[in-house]
């Protein structure tokens, strides 16, 4: 599972909120980009359906993906945590949790509130 996927994993995205937080309409999706590092990097956000990101090296303009892996050197783990605390805030701030993951547990808790006007504890 990817950064993005578990970070995102069970929050439903809404797309005005992250039109308010500065993605831009570009190519079917919506974009958002920032810096990092003393603009040495350029972190690259979009939505399509879901959150997935890339970290750019300005000075090359080449994608920089060593933030990926499971064993981090020191400049490894900056990166990655500079594009984790960006998505976190995405996520905070454009995104809502869902209570339920699949269609039946939203229906049971639907039924737990009709009948007995009260919701379930997890």
Known sequence: ???????????????????????????????????????RFLVVIEYDGAIKGKVMEVEYNEEYRNYRFDHLGEFSSIIKNEFINILMDIRDKCANKQLCQYDQTKRIREFIWEKYHISPEF
């Open 1 to 39: 599972m990817s950064i993005e996927e578990e970070l995102f994993h069970q929050y439903n995205i809404d797309k005005e909120k992250l039109i308010l937080y500065g993605f831009q309409h570009m190519k079917n999706k919506l974009t958002y980009s920032t810096s990092i590092l003393n603009n």
